[in-house]
């Protein structure tokens, strides 16, 4: 952790809603006036697109599981830890980003599912924001979460996760149905021993809970609407959180544990601008006493 750097880590599985979260972030750093270094946790994948599948193929001609980007195999998590150390120290660093669609990988002539080349993030910024899979990763080599000022964790139950995924592969992807869930598949090894962990380690989780019928997502239509969704907000640390005021501003709110907040699915912009913006002024704060 940094005074001086500070630095937001956003961190869910693949489908879970992240991005959502991190417009939001944007629109307030825009609002506030704040100079955010933003890094993607797909920039640290190890691998292009056509060296995952052909490692896949590998794997499973010889009856192994092939990698999967939540694991540490297909993952530079080194790397991200000394993006977090450099800038916690010295407000720099550099990153890249993986090209999903044609359009992107077009502008930087590379193919899609590669990367851009390596770049130094921009000078003098206020803080460093992390998006992605691994904000808050730990293993016998590295430890991602120890750097993190805030880490915020972006966790729909499990079905609701699975239809996100289905629904953004499949219709902005091209992917099938059938290969979708053999990803899923593939993956629930790092699921369970690389991304749920975090979940502990977080400052604050965010979990979107449907209240219509997700028992097949598989076979899901659409993805719930907001007004079809909970939302559980989850403190760490529930220690100088004025819960009655987050009450009173969150309409139809209510507590079902002491550091535990429901709001309705419609309130989930309003509720991350209420509690995350006085935290990050806290941030910008702390720096601004050290300078």
């Known amino acids: 952790m940094s005074a001086r750097h500070p630095i937001i880590a956003v961190t869910g599985s693949s489908g879970a809603g992240t991005s ?32 995952m599948r052909q490692l896949i193929a590998e794997a499973e001609q010889h009856g192994r599981r092939g990698p999967s980007h939540f694991g540490p195999d297909a993952n530079l998590f080194a790397d991200l830890e000394a993006l977090f150390a450099e800038y916690g120290a010295q407000g720099s660093g550099r990153t890249r980003h993986y090209l999903h669609e044609d359009d992107e990988a077009a502008l930087h002539g590379r193919e899609p599912g590669s990367f851009s080349d390596w770049q130094a993030l921009p000078a003098d910024t206020e803080l460093l924001f992390y998006e992605g899979l691994h904000g808050g990763v730990v293993t016998n080599e590295v430890d991602l979460a120890s750097h993190v000022d805030l880490l915020i964790g972006v966790v729909p139950t499990i079905n609701l996760e699975w239809i996100q995924k289905v629904m953004r592969d499949t219709q902005e992807r091209g992917y099938s149905v059938e290969s979708v869930q053999d990803t899923i598949l593939r993956r629930m090894d790092d699921y369970v021993h690389t991304i749920v962990p975090q979940f502990s380690r977080t400052h604050i989780n965010f979990q979107r809970v449907p209240i219509v019928d997700t028992s097949n997502p598989f076979v899901a239509k659409d993805i719930p609407l907001p007004n079809e969704t909970l939302v559980v907000i989850s403190f760490r640390n529930p220690a100088g959180v004025d819960f009655p005021s987050l009450l009173a501003m969150l309409q139809g709110s209510w507590m079902t544990r002491p550091n535990t907040l429901v709001v309705p699915g419609s309130e989930l912009e309003l509720s991350l601008q209420i509690i995350l913006i006085p935290r990050i002024k806290a941030l910008l704060a702390r720096r601004a006493a050290v300078e």
Request: aromatic letters at 12%.
């Open 20 to 51: 959502t979260i991190s417009r939001t972030f944007g629109h307030i750093f825009r609002r506030e006036g704040i100079r955010a270094a933003r890094v993607e946790g797909d920039a640290f994948h190890r691998y292009t697109r056509a060296e």
